[in-house]
């Protein structure tokens, strides 16, 4: 769960879809859960054809960083397009699709800039702590050369 604050978040009567700062989550309710689970045990026809919606059964939270698009299907669902990830349609209404969208790409380049800084001081800080151990490395060496003579 993210610590940002809550942006925006819709109440479906089967799941609820929050989006704060860094992170959208998408959790199912239970009733629902229960609901598709017994009606999957039922028919091997139905597990079969609720594709999209088992892509919902374990609640999902996705950094805002790992989505590479968002954007509204014909359907008017919202479409999101996850690199090395099966794609994830959140079926809202198209008001609300368009919403979310809207804001998506609004904090997507945000987060995705936070994590290019965030791994480009990592390296800066992994090159400094190289240098300082080469650096010592070298003081120990005239340290024990200066002993010698």
């Given at each position: 769960m993210s610590t940002e604050e809550l942006v925006m978040k819709f109440d479906k009567p089967y799941f609820t879809v929050k989006l704060h700062k860094n992170l959208?989550?998408?959790?199912?309710?239970?009733?629902?859960?229960?609901?598709?689970?017994?009606?999957?045990?039922?028919?091997?026809?139905i597990r079969a054809s609720l594709g999209y919606l088992l892509q919902l059964i374990v609640p999902l939270d996705?950094?805002?960083?790992?989505?590479?698009d968002a954007d509204?299907?014909?359907?008017?669902?919202?479409?999101l397009r996850i690199p090395h990830r099966k794609d994830i349609t959140v079926p809202l209404e198209r008001g609300e699709s368009e919403k979310l969208v809207s804001k998506l790409k609004?904090?997507?380049?945000?987060?995705?800039?936070?994590?290019i800084d965030r791994l480009l001081a990592s390296r800066e800080a992994q090159r400094e702590l190289a240098r300082e151990r080469v650096s010592s490395r070298i003081g120990e060496a005239d340290v024990l050369g200066r002993d010698k003579d």
């Amino acid at each position: 769960m993210s610590t940002e604050e809550l942006v925006m978040k819709f109440d479906k009567p089967y799941f609820t879809v929050k989006l704060h700062k860094n992170l959208l989550e998408v959790d199912l309710k239970e009733g629902f859960r229960k609901e598709l689970e017994d009606a999957a045990e039922r028919s091997p026809r139905i597990r079969a054809s609720l594709g999209y919606l088992l892509q919902l059964i374990v609640p999902l939270d996705v950094p805002l960083k790992d989505i590479e698009d968002a954007d509204i299907d014909k359907e008017g669902q919202v479409k999101l397009r996850i690199p090395h990830r099966k794609d994830i349609t959140v079926p809202l209404e198209r008001g609300e699709s368009e919403k979310l969208v809207s804001k998506l790409k609004e904090l997507i380049p945000i987060e995705k800039q936070k994590e290019i800084d965030r791994l480009l001081a990592s390296r800066e800080a992994q090159r400094e702590l190289a240098r300082e151990r080469v650096s010592s490395r070298i003081g120990e060496a005239d340290v024990l050369g200066r002993d010698k003579d």
